[in-house]
């Protein structure tokens, strides 16, 4: 794998087509399944590494995110990238970033409400590694479901020629879904993590029954989060973020919640592409995720 | 040349280096001296003709706003472009645009003052059009001062890999700024608007005669114009568009004005490249502009 730090070289080391997995580092199974499903469909897999500071809002852990380039770049290049692009601040940004791209009517609910600047960040550092990196497509999480709806309409609404593909939550053996953040739980607290996909999981199961009440399956998760200090529990239709009332469109059922130092988030999707719904729980690791194998 | 209709057919028609010229439409000599550039510069030149939504506040003249397509594809044609991307309002924007790009410390000052909303619908559609055709440069006309700043701004900070070039403002034989709008203008309208670009070429003369004070030189542009209506009369930094008090940067000398039923503007730029200020008064026709002759 090689490792650049510019937009140029990066675009220069681009073989055929191109599959992109951005990423803030501390990778985890999670990200390690885009760069495989990356390395299944592309002939170049191009990743980035790079905390990028717009995200973060004031208060929010810019300074104390974990920065682990070596292992980092161990993990990524054993999952199959052939480039690793990991641009210092001042490649990113040498001068102050004026340029804001932003998708208001999809930011502005669930978790655009807690943090109004977050998906105005995401949404400019992807257009700039998009725009600047021109990859055929690139691959995301759907753990994070409200930027993938957000990143999916930028890239409709701004013709760019790249193909947005949401890839299934890997989430930890009991369920908890993954994200370099766990690693700030202590075991008290990450136990009580685990109302959340609990709760989902029981809304999935719902779900296949037959329920398509979105009150219901919310009172679900609800239920099984009794002690969890939810920051909300909504089904959301997946194109517009909105509200949905009864399940009958792509939509995806999303918790957050404060759990210890932790803001953690965590979805199902519900897919209506073949006429009945599908739901996708994630993935789950037989053995707990590489984040505990250095600490 | 070529005419298309959607992204991926303009994409699919270029060849080697791409020269990009995005117009309204009903263009004239200073459209006509981008395309001729791009031509020079270019193997392929690729000339957008949209008339964008985005980029019109209420009440501007958005449905009034003159439009001729046989006419420009045979002046677009004779310039030497290419392709000429003529999408419906369908291609554009299939669903409502809910992404916005914008740069806004420099869209609040001068013409971003009247018109809150245009320089967020140019930057919009401008990244939309280099995103989704990816040229190699794009050619932008000095006179609209401010939008040439904000472009530069916007491809740095989002790291398109694109090269924006300035060129000359095109004026009629006595001076005026070439404009689409110029044919709303009367007689005596017409006449009042050569105002603007006396009082410009004045402030010329007296930088050329070493005059560095701000002061001075809009003080110069309004003498010129005691009869016009003036929105704005401003030396501004080009990459910043903050007012400049000496004048020791690349900067433009900026004016807006309403006569009669147009919003007009003109500008000299002032570049320092060399280390010695070199004013760019633009290039005058020997006859009256194209805009006339089917009248």
Redesign the interface.
């Known amino acids: 794998m090689k490792i650049v730090e510019t ?2 070289e990066a ?1 220069f080391a681009r073989r055929g087509l191109v599959g992109f997995v951005p990423t803030l580092g501390f990778v985890h199974e999670g990200h390690l399944s885009l760069i495989k499903r990356a390395a299944a469909e592309n002939e170049t897999v191009l990743v980035s590494l790079f905390v990028n500071p717009l995200q973060f809002g004031p208060g929010e852990d810019f300074d104390t995110y974990p920065r682990q380039l070596e292992r980092d770049a161990d993990l990524i290049a054993g999952a199959g990238a052939d480039v690793l692009f990991a641009p210092a601040l001042a490649e990113m940004y040498p ?1 102050p ?10 930011a502005e609910h669930l978790d655009g409400i807690e943090r109004p600047e977050h998906f105005r960040g995401v ?2 550092v992807v ?6 990196l ?1 990859p055929d497509r690139a691959y995301f999480g759907r753990k994070d479901g409200q930027q993938l709806s957000i990143i999916s ?2 890239v ?6 790249v193909r947005i593909i949401g890839c299934p939550t890997v989430r930890e053996p009991d369920g908890l879904a993954l994200s370099s953040r766990n690693v700030y739980l202590s075991p008290d607290q990450r136990q009580q993590a685990l109302a959340l996909s609990k709760g989902l999981m029981a809304a999935a199961d719902l779900v296949d029954a037959g329920e398509r009440d979105s009150r219901a399956l919310i009172e679900c998760v609800r239920v099984a989060g009794t002690n969890v200090d939810f920051s909300y529990v909504r089904l959301v239709d997946r194109r517009t973020v909105q509200p949905v009332g009864r399940l009958s469109q792509n939509a995806f059922l999303a918790v957050a919640a404060r759990v210890g130092p932790a803001r953690l988030i965590d979805n199902i999707h519900v897919d209506f592409d073949t006429g009945s719904p599908e739901v996708d729980r994630g993935i789950r690791l037989t053995e707990p995720s590489v984040l505990y194998q250095d600490r």
Not at 97 to 106: M, N, Q, Y
Not at 156 to 161: A, C, R, V, W, Y
């Open positions: 937009f140029a675009r001068e970033a004026l340029t804001e791209v932003s998708v208001p009517t999809l949404a400019t257009t700039k590694f998009l725009a600047g021109q309409r930028l409709f609404d701004l013709s760019i020629p």
